[in-house]
């Protein structure tokens, strides 16, 4: 009776410590995967990144949906680079970023500046980064170096990851571009805000590249260059209701470089605000002999002023031109009351009210 009645009790204390282990190590009805829980500090001095890759672990490798990787408020988290890598065992993964994750404190401290992005996201299918949290580059450091764009850090890379949404998130000074998308399908960009002074250099917004059906809307980005950049490979693209600026504008390309073979297609920007921009919308190419040819773009119903006086260029390639432009409901006046400026060169189309003769007709 007595060895009996000790198996039993012996039984129920490996039990009991069994379940306080898994809570110890960050599970929540096995749906949340809290980075504190996995050993990180959230003291802002402290390397996590260890901590998160290993609850990135935990959660991709775990079966089921509805995963989370819990990026608690009321903490500051220091990364170093690394990668969320991909597949994970669940059709749907989420991080809910509501702290602070902030980069070394200045380019000396990084511990590897040659993977020259900062926070990635690897073929990561259903992935949702969300949360009222703020991410920071501390990117000042680089842009007082001038060191070139080509060595600097991107903030946010997702790479083949479709089915892909950024909720909420503010992005601070990165070193170079804050979110690039590249080989995506599938994204949404929404409700996020994304900051740098207006003097960073090479700072882009959003970048995007080889992606399809990617639409951004509700946003606020100002960081002093593009507020996106949309580069070859970009198709069915939709930027709604964004505020830019200050910066360069929307756009597309630099495209053609050394004659590569360049496509963008179907982009669409509609109401959108632009202040303290350079441009507005564009589209920039490399001069070759080769050129890229540019056809079916309207630009319509748009209403502001502005500090040159040219306030429309569309210079074209004498080897391709550009074909079937439209200008159509544009109302732009200088801010010092001089005439507009307006210079058309080998681009064929129509134009509307006082941009008549601008385009040649085809």
């Known amino acids: 009776m007595k060895s009996s009645y000790l198996r039993h009790r012996m039984e129920i204390i ?15 009805n096995g749906q949340i995967y809290d980075v504190l829980k996995f050993g990180a500090e959230g003291d802002g001095t402290t390397d996590d990144s260890k901590a998160f890759v290993e609850a990135w672990k935990a959660m991709c490798s775990s079966g089921g949906s509805n995963k989370t990787l819990l990026i608690p408020s009321d903490n500051t988290f220091l990364l170093q680079p690394l990668v969320f890598q991909g597949p994970c065992n669940s059709p749907s993964v989420q991080v809910q970023l509501d702290g602070k994750i902030v980069a070394p404190l200045n380019k000396a401290a990084w511990s590897d500046l040659k993977t020259y992005e900062w926070v990635s996201f690897h073929k990561i299918i259903g992935l949702t980064v969300l949360g009222s949290g703020t991410i920071n580059g501390r990117g000042s450091s680089f842009w007082e170096a001038n060191m070139p764009a080509s060595k600097r850090p991107t903030q946010l890379h997702f790479k083949g990851c479709n089915n892909l949404e950024i909720n909420g998130i503010t992005s601070f000074d990165s070193p170079r571009n804050h979110i690039s998308i590249r080989d995506c399908r599938q994204v949404k960009i ?10 960073s250099p090479n700072t882009d917004g959003i970048d995007i590249s080889t992606s399809t059906d990617v639409e951004i809307y509700d946003t606020i980005v ?18 709604t209701r964004m505020q830019c600026g200050p910066g360069h504008g929307i756009s597309v390309g630099s495209l053609g470089r050394d004659g590569e ?14 202040n303290e921009t350079t441009n507005g919308a564009r589209i920039k190419t490399w001069p070759e002999s080769s050129a890229v040819a ?43 009351g001089n005439k507009p400026l307006i210079e058309c060169s080998n681009a064929y189309g129509k134009s509307t009210n006082a941009y008549d003769g601008c385009l040649k007709a085809q």
């Open 261 to 274: 073979e360049s496509i963008v297609e179907n982009v669409q920007v509609t109401n959108c605000t632009f």
């Open 14 to 28: 490996v039990r009991v410590v069994f379940v306080l282990t898994l809570v110890n190590f960050g599970f929540v």
């Open 294 to 336: 540019i056809s079916n773009v309207i630009f319509t119903n748009i209403h502001g002023t502005s500090q040159k006086d040219e306030i429309i260029k569309i210079d074209c390639s004498d080897v391709t031109s550009c074909k079937d432009i439209v200008l159509d409901r544009i109302d732009i006046t200088t801010f010092d």
């Open 222 to 239: 100002g960081t002093g260059d593009d507020c996106v950049a949309l580069n070859s490979g970009s198709i069915n693209i939709n930027i």
């Open 190 to 199: 929404t409700q996020i805000k994304i900051i740098a002074p207006g003097d």
